[in-house]
C-alpha cells in the first residue's frame, strides 16, 4: 500500500481551493449576487448550497491536518462525512427534481430532458464516489484520490456557469468544455500514478465514470437517452 507524502495533502488542499474560486465565479452571478434577497432561489437550493459549499471546506481542512501532523482530528472531523455525503446525494435529487417541475411548460421537452443529464449523473458520480471513498477510509492511498475525485465534480456545474455567464458560452458548449477539462485532471494524475506505481485503481474509475457521463452529455438528444431520462423523471420526479 502506498502512504502518500505529507507534501501531497497540502498540494490536495490547495488544489481544492482553486476549485471553490471557481465554483464561486461560476454561481456568483445566478447565485451570489442575489444576496441576500436570492429572489430566483428556493430553501432546498439554499441547502443543496451550504452543504456542498460545507463539504468542499472540508476537503481542505481534512488534508491540511494530515499535512499538519493532526490524524486524530482529521479522523474526528471526518465523520461529518457519513451525515454530510447522503444529505448532498438526497438535496442533489431533490434540486435536480425541483429544476425538472419548474422548467415543465416553460422550455421544449427535449431540452427539459437533455437537462436531466447534468442532474443525474452529479447524483450518480458523487454518490458512487462518496461511498468507494467511505469504503476505503482505512486506505490513505485510496480515500485521498476518492475524496479528490469528489471536488473535481464541482469543476463542471462551478466553471461551466462561469463560461456561460462570463463568456457568453452556450450551456451545451462550456459543459463540454468542463467535460474535457475534468478528464484532463483526471488523466494526468492517473497517469502520474501509473508511472510512480501509485495507487491508480481509484482514478482509472473516476476517469471511467467522468468518461461515461461526458458520453452521455453527447448522446443528451439521441433518442437512447431522452427515452431514458422520460422514464426517469415518470418514476421518480411525479
Known amino acids: ?15 481544492i481551493v482553486l476549485i471553490i474560486i471557481g465554483v464561486q465565479w461560476g454561481f456568483y452571478i445566478p447565485y451570489t449576487s442575489q444576496f441576500p434577497t436570492f429572489k430566483d432561489s428556493t430553501t432546498i437550493i439554499h441547502i443543496h ?3 456542498l459549499m460545507t463539504w468542499l471546506i472540508l476537503l481542505v481542512v481534512q488534508p491540511m491536518l494530515i ?88 469543476i463542471g456545474p462551478g466553471v461551466g456557469r462561469g463560461l456561460v455567464n462570463g463568456f457568453g458560452y452556450s450551456l451545451w458548449t462550456a459543459l463540454t468544455i468542463t467535460d474535457v477539462i475534468g478528464l484532463l485532471i483526471v488523466g494526468v494524475l492517473l497517469v502520474v ?5 501509485n495507487n491508480y485503481k481509484p482514478f482509472l474509475i473516476v476517469f471511467a465514470l467522468l468518461l461515461v457521463g461526458a458520453i452521455f452529455w453527447q448522446l443528451r438528444d439521441s433518442s437512447l437517452w431522452q427515452n431514458f431520462a422520460r422514464q426517469y423523471a415518470a418514476l421518480l420526479y411525479y
Open 67 to 154: 499535512h499538519l501532523g493532526k490524524p486524530k482530528l482529521h479522523r474526528t472531523i471526518g465523520k461529518l462525512s457519513y451525515v454530510l455525503g447522503p444529505l448532498i446525494i438526497l438535496f442533489i435529487f431533490l434540486v435536480g427534481r425541483g429544476s425538472y417541475g419548474r422548467s415543465l411548460g416553460k422550455a421544449p421537452e427535449q431540452v427539459i430532458l437533455a437537462v436531466m443529464e447534468l442532474d443525474i449523473r452529479g447524483l450518480f458520480s458523487f454518490a458512487i464516489i462518496w461511498a468507494l471513498a467511505m469504503l476505503y477510509r482505512k486506505t490513505p492511498s485510496a480515500h485521498m484520490r476518492y475524496m479528490i475525485a469528489t471536488g473535481i465534480l464541482g
Open 1 to 15: 500500500m502506498n502512504i502518500p507524502a505529507q507534501h501531497a495533502y497540502r498540494n490536495t488542499a490547495i488544489f
Open 193 to 197: 500514478d501509473l508511472v510512480k506505481k
Open 49 to 51: 448550497a451550504a452543504l
